[in-house]
């Protein structure tokens, strides 16, 4: 089955770390992603992980991708204020030569000055 | 560039009304996307067009229709509106060999 599973808030202090934690069904998943939406907009991705990598680095971005747990996570160093949107973790099925993306519930991060 | 575009930004429908939602994009992607968001559910996938001339369902595609009209254009249709379908739709698309797919600003629709 399809299925992407997130907590729906975390609240962390500026300048910590925040890590969110996403968990899907299909093993068969391509890619995975994480996508930031901000108040009133629309998404963008902030990065993406093949499925047969466990780590990628971007920056302040931290993603660790566990395949046998089907667990995926976003890890934001050095948290600021403009980092507080929500935070899609989404994965990419192949149906077939067809790419159908399932996104989660949404993570709301905010962050406290 | 102007990416994922999409008409109209806001729309207020009485129950029972149609309305046409457009999308489209100048990046030559062949994939397109309609998606719903509504609060702690997240995306979910109503309708996905792989390539020009083809659709397919996604999760929750009832209430719905869509047209593939070229390879820039996918427009999502609602034949008769009910409350439930009060959401915001965001439209993407993906090129189907590269990884990110681009979304549009989205369109704030309320049926009362």
């Known amino acids: 089955g399809e299925d992407v599973e997130q907590s729906l808030f975390l609240s962390v202090r500026e300048g910590d770390s925040s890590v969110i934690n996403c968990t899907y069904t299909?093993?068969?998943?391509?890619?995975l992603y994480w996508y930031k939406q901000e108040p009133g907009a629309g998404l963008q991705l902030l990065t993406y992980?093949?499925?047969?990598?466990d780590m990628k680095q971007d920056q302040r971005l931290t993603v660790l991708l566990n395949k046998k747990d089907k667990h995926l996570s976003l890890r934001i160093a050095d948290t600021q204020t403009g980092d507080s949107a929500i935070y899609f973790c989404?994965?990419?099925?192949?149906?077939?030569?067809?790419?159908?993306?399932?996104f989660g519930t949404g993570t709301r991060l905010k962050v406290l000055a | 560039n102007a990416g994922v575009t999409q008409t109209p930004k806001f729309q207020v429908l009485k129950t029972g009304q149609s309305m046409t939602l457009q999308c489209a994009q100048d990046?030559?992607?062949?994939?397109m996307y309609w998606y719903r968001q509504d609060p702690g559910m997240g995306l979910r996938l109503i309708y996905y067009?792989?390539?020009?001339?083809?659709?397919d369902k996604g999760e929750v595609p009832n209430g719905y229709n869509v047209s593939r009209l070229n390879k820039r254009e996918f427009s999502l249709r609602l034949e008769s509106a009910a409350p439930s379908q009060t959401s915001v739709y965001f439209c993407?698309?993906?090129?189907?060999?590269?990884?990110?797919?681009?979304f549009g600003q989205g369109t704030r629709l309320t049926v009362v």
């Open positions: 993407a698309s993906k090129r189907q060999i590269e990884a990110e797919a681009f």
């Open positions: 299909d093993s068969s998943s391509t890619y």
């Open positions: 992980i093949f499925s047969n990598m």
């Open positions: 989404a994965e990419c099925l192949d149906t077939s030569g067809t790419y159908k993306y399932i």
């Open positions: 990046m030559n992607h062949n994939s």
């Open positions: 067009s792989a390539s020009e001339g083809t659709t």
